[in-house]
Protein backbone atom coordinates (compact mmCIF):
# COMPACT_ATOMS: atom_id res chain seq x y z
CA UNK A 1 0.00 0.00 0.00
CA UNK A 2 2.99 2.38 0.84
CA UNK A 3 3.98 3.19 -2.88
CA UNK A 4 0.60 4.19 -3.43
CA UNK A 5 0.43 7.16 -1.62
CA UNK A 6 2.77 9.11 -3.67
CA UNK A 7 0.91 8.47 -6.91
CA UNK A 8 -2.33 9.57 -5.47
CA UNK A 9 -0.84 12.46 -4.30
CA UNK A 10 0.90 13.22 -7.34
CA UNK A 11 -2.53 12.65 -9.38
CA UNK A 12 -4.36 15.29 -6.74
CA UNK A 13 -1.80 17.69 -7.77
CA UNK A 14 -2.21 17.08 -11.57
CA UNK A 15 -5.50 17.87 -11.22
CA UNK A 16 -5.62 20.61 -9.17
CA UNK A 17 -3.04 22.12 -11.68
CA UNK A 18 -5.08 21.87 -14.53
CA UNK A 19 -8.13 23.47 -12.57
CA UNK A 20 -5.37 26.04 -11.80
CA UNK A 21 -4.33 26.93 -15.42
CA UNK A 22 -8.04 26.73 -16.19
CA UNK A 23 -8.73 29.97 -14.57
CA UNK A 24 -5.03 31.21 -14.43
CA UNK A 25 -6.25 33.72 -17.62
CA UNK A 26 -8.42 35.78 -15.33
CA UNK A 27 -6.11 39.29 -15.50
CA UNK A 28 -7.69 43.07 -14.72
CA UNK A 29 -6.06 45.96 -14.98
CA UNK A 30 -6.27 48.70 -12.13
CA UNK A 31 -4.91 51.79 -12.17
CA UNK A 32 -3.57 54.17 -9.59
CA UNK A 33 -4.49 58.10 -9.95
CA UNK A 34 -3.94 61.23 -7.43
CA UNK A 35 -1.21 62.87 -6.71
CA UNK A 36 2.11 62.67 -5.52
CA UNK A 37 2.96 61.64 -1.99
CA UNK A 38 -0.64 60.61 -1.41
CA UNK A 39 0.22 56.58 -0.87
CA UNK A 40 -0.54 55.40 -4.28
CA UNK A 41 3.07 53.29 -3.75
CA UNK A 42 2.11 52.58 -0.26
CA UNK A 43 -1.57 50.96 -0.78
CA UNK A 44 0.27 48.52 -3.23
CA UNK A 45 3.32 47.94 -1.10
CA UNK A 46 0.97 46.32 1.54
CA UNK A 47 -0.27 43.73 -0.59
CA UNK A 48 3.13 43.09 -2.07
CA UNK A 49 4.05 40.09 0.32
CA UNK A 50 1.09 38.12 -1.12
CA UNK A 51 2.14 39.70 -4.74
CA UNK A 52 4.15 37.89 -7.12
CA UNK A 53 7.14 39.62 -8.57
CA UNK A 54 5.68 42.34 -11.22
CA UNK A 55 7.42 44.13 -14.00
CA UNK A 56 9.34 47.36 -12.79
CA UNK A 57 9.25 49.65 -16.17
CA UNK A 58 11.63 52.62 -15.53
CA UNK A 59 11.39 53.62 -19.75
CA UNK A 60 7.77 54.57 -19.36
CA UNK A 61 7.55 55.74 -15.46
CA UNK A 62 5.64 52.93 -14.35
CA UNK A 63 5.53 49.88 -11.70
CA UNK A 64 2.87 47.40 -12.59
CA UNK A 65 2.74 44.49 -9.93
CA UNK A 66 0.53 41.37 -9.79
CA UNK A 67 -1.63 40.78 -7.24
CA UNK A 68 -3.32 37.31 -7.00
CA UNK A 69 -6.50 37.77 -5.16
CA UNK A 70 -9.62 34.54 -5.22
CA UNK A 71 -12.92 36.22 -5.80
CA UNK A 72 -15.33 33.58 -4.25
CA UNK A 73 -12.79 30.76 -5.07
CA UNK A 74 -11.51 31.79 -8.65
CA UNK A 75 -8.48 33.25 -8.89
CA UNK A 76 -7.73 36.78 -10.30
CA UNK A 77 -4.73 38.50 -11.32
CA UNK A 78 -5.15 41.92 -10.49
CA UNK A 79 -2.27 43.84 -12.12
CA UNK A 80 -1.52 47.32 -10.77
CA UNK A 81 -0.15 49.97 -12.48
CA UNK A 82 1.15 52.49 -10.48
CA UNK A 83 2.93 55.85 -11.89
CA UNK A 84 6.28 55.64 -10.64
CA UNK A 85 6.86 59.12 -10.56
CA UNK A 86 5.31 62.47 -9.26
CA UNK A 87 3.14 62.78 -12.32
CA UNK A 88 0.36 65.92 -12.55
CA UNK A 89 -3.14 65.43 -14.52
CA UNK A 90 -2.77 65.97 -18.21
CA UNK A 91 0.53 65.00 -18.55
CA UNK A 92 0.03 61.16 -17.97
CA UNK A 93 0.35 59.09 -21.77
CA UNK A 94 -2.99 57.13 -22.78
CA UNK A 95 -2.34 53.93 -22.45
CA UNK A 96 -2.05 54.39 -19.17
CA UNK A 97 -5.75 54.55 -18.47
CA UNK A 98 -6.25 52.09 -21.87
CA UNK A 99 -8.16 49.18 -21.04
CA UNK A 100 -8.27 49.64 -17.36
CA UNK A 101 -10.95 48.11 -15.66
CA UNK A 102 -11.54 50.00 -12.42
CA UNK A 103 -9.35 53.17 -10.75
CA UNK A 104 -8.46 54.16 -7.42
CA UNK A 105 -8.35 57.80 -7.13
CA UNK A 106 -5.99 58.72 -4.12
CA UNK A 107 -5.98 61.94 -1.96
CA UNK A 108 -4.41 62.43 1.32
CA UNK A 109 -6.74 63.53 4.12
CA UNK A 110 -4.48 65.44 6.02
CA UNK A 111 -3.45 67.76 2.38
CA UNK A 112 -6.42 69.42 1.29
CA UNK A 113 -4.73 70.59 -1.93
CA UNK A 114 -4.77 66.28 -2.92
CA UNK A 115 -7.96 66.49 -2.36
CA UNK A 116 -9.10 69.46 -4.57
CA UNK A 117 -7.07 67.55 -7.10
CA UNK A 118 -9.61 65.07 -6.89
CA UNK A 119 -11.93 66.91 -9.95
CA UNK A 120 -8.88 66.93 -11.92
CA UNK A 121 -8.48 63.10 -11.94
CA UNK A 122 -11.86 62.27 -12.33
CA UNK A 123 -11.94 64.52 -15.33
CA UNK A 124 -9.06 63.33 -16.83
CA UNK A 125 -10.28 59.60 -16.46
CA UNK A 126 -13.49 60.30 -17.79
CA UNK A 127 -11.78 61.96 -20.64
CA UNK A 128 -8.99 58.82 -21.63
CA UNK A 129 -11.76 55.73 -20.35
CA UNK A 130 -15.61 57.22 -19.71
CA UNK A 131 -16.49 53.34 -19.05
CA UNK A 132 -13.90 52.81 -16.26
CA UNK A 133 -15.53 53.10 -12.50
CA UNK A 134 -13.45 54.44 -9.77
CA UNK A 135 -13.29 53.92 -6.20
CA UNK A 136 -12.52 57.46 -4.26
CA UNK A 137 -9.79 56.60 -1.64
CA UNK A 138 -8.61 59.00 1.34
CA UNK A 139 -5.38 57.57 2.51
CA UNK A 140 -3.28 58.38 5.90
CA UNK A 141 -6.48 58.03 8.27
CA UNK A 142 -4.02 57.31 10.98
CA UNK A 143 -2.47 60.81 11.35
CA UNK A 144 -4.70 62.73 13.63
CA UNK A 145 -4.79 66.20 12.02
CA UNK A 146 -6.92 66.28 9.06
CA UNK A 147 -8.08 68.48 6.51
CA UNK A 148 -10.61 66.86 4.66
CA UNK A 149 -13.48 65.45 6.67
CA UNK A 150 -15.11 62.23 5.81
CA UNK A 151 -18.85 63.48 5.17
CA UNK A 152 -16.89 66.03 2.94
CA UNK A 153 -15.08 63.21 0.87
CA UNK A 154 -18.58 61.06 0.64
CA UNK A 155 -20.46 63.69 -1.05
CA UNK A 156 -17.71 64.27 -3.77
CA UNK A 157 -18.07 60.29 -3.96
CA UNK A 158 -21.85 60.66 -4.06
CA UNK A 159 -21.85 62.83 -6.87
CA UNK A 160 -20.30 60.63 -8.93
CA UNK A 161 -22.29 57.24 -7.51
CA UNK A 162 -18.74 56.41 -6.31
CA UNK A 163 -17.47 54.39 -3.26
CA UNK A 164 -15.61 56.17 -0.86
CA UNK A 165 -12.71 54.09 1.26
CA UNK A 166 -10.76 55.63 3.98
CA UNK A 167 -7.40 53.74 4.51
CA UNK A 168 -4.20 53.59 5.93
CA UNK A 169 -1.58 52.76 3.87
CA UNK A 170 1.18 52.78 6.85
CA UNK A 171 -1.38 50.63 9.34
CA UNK A 172 -3.02 48.72 6.88
CA UNK A 173 -6.40 49.61 7.82
CA UNK A 174 -9.10 48.80 4.97
CA UNK A 175 -6.74 48.08 2.77
CA UNK A 176 -7.45 44.96 1.70
CA UNK A 177 -11.09 45.61 1.65
CA UNK A 178 -10.25 48.44 -0.58
CA UNK A 179 -9.01 45.76 -2.99
CA UNK A 180 -11.51 43.27 -2.71
CA UNK A 181 -13.57 46.14 -3.76
CA UNK A 182 -12.21 46.90 -6.65
CA UNK A 183 -11.30 43.43 -8.45
CA UNK A 184 -15.45 43.41 -7.61
CA UNK A 185 -15.76 46.37 -9.92
CA UNK A 186 -13.70 45.87 -12.20
CA UNK A 187 -14.93 41.72 -12.74
CA UNK A 188 -17.99 43.27 -13.41
CA UNK A 189 -19.82 42.65 -16.75
CA UNK A 190 -17.12 39.85 -17.01
CA UNK A 191 -17.97 35.98 -17.30
CA UNK A 192 -16.52 35.75 -13.52
CA UNK A 193 -18.55 34.22 -10.90
CA UNK A 194 -17.66 37.04 -7.45
N1 LIG B 1 1.01 58.32 8.12
C1 LIG B 1 0.90 57.76 6.93
N2 LIG B 1 1.83 57.94 6.00
C2 LIG B 1 1.68 57.33 4.80
C3 LIG B 1 0.54 56.53 4.49
N3 LIG B 1 0.64 56.10 3.21
C4 LIG B 1 1.80 56.60 2.75
N4 LIG B 1 2.43 57.34 3.69
C5 LIG B 1 3.71 58.06 3.55
O1 LIG B 1 3.53 59.10 2.58
C6 LIG B 1 4.68 59.23 1.76
C7 LIG B 1 4.31 59.07 0.29
O2 LIG B 1 3.85 57.77 0.06
P1 LIG B 1 3.90 57.09 -1.40
O3 LIG B 1 3.26 55.76 -1.28
O4 LIG B 1 5.28 57.13 -1.96
O5 LIG B 1 2.99 58.10 -2.23
P2 LIG B 1 2.72 58.16 -3.82
O6 LIG B 1 3.62 59.24 -4.35
O7 LIG B 1 1.28 58.53 -3.97
O8 LIG B 1 3.03 56.81 -4.39
C8 LIG B 1 5.66 58.19 2.26
O9 LIG B 1 6.57 58.80 3.14
C9 LIG B 1 4.80 57.18 2.98
O10 LIG B 1 5.49 56.52 4.00
C10 LIG B 1 -0.45 56.37 5.52
O11 LIG B 1 -1.48 55.70 5.36
N5 LIG B 1 -0.22 57.00 6.70
MG1 LIG C 1 4.41 56.39 -5.96
Known amino acids: MV ?6 VYLFKGIKGVSV ?6 ATKLILIGDG ?3 KTSLCSH ?8 KYNLTVGLNIEVHETLMTGTAVKLVLWDLAGQQRFGCIR ?9 ALIVFDVQNRGSFFDVKHWIRELKRHSPNTPFILVGNKKDLL ?3 VSTEEAKRVAEEYSAFYFETSALQGENVEELFQMATRLALQGTAVAY
Open 94 to 102: SDFYMGARV
Open 21 to 26: LAIDNV
Open 145 to 147: KRE
Open 3 to 8: PLIPKY
Open 47 to 54: LRTKSIPG
Open 37 to 39: RVG
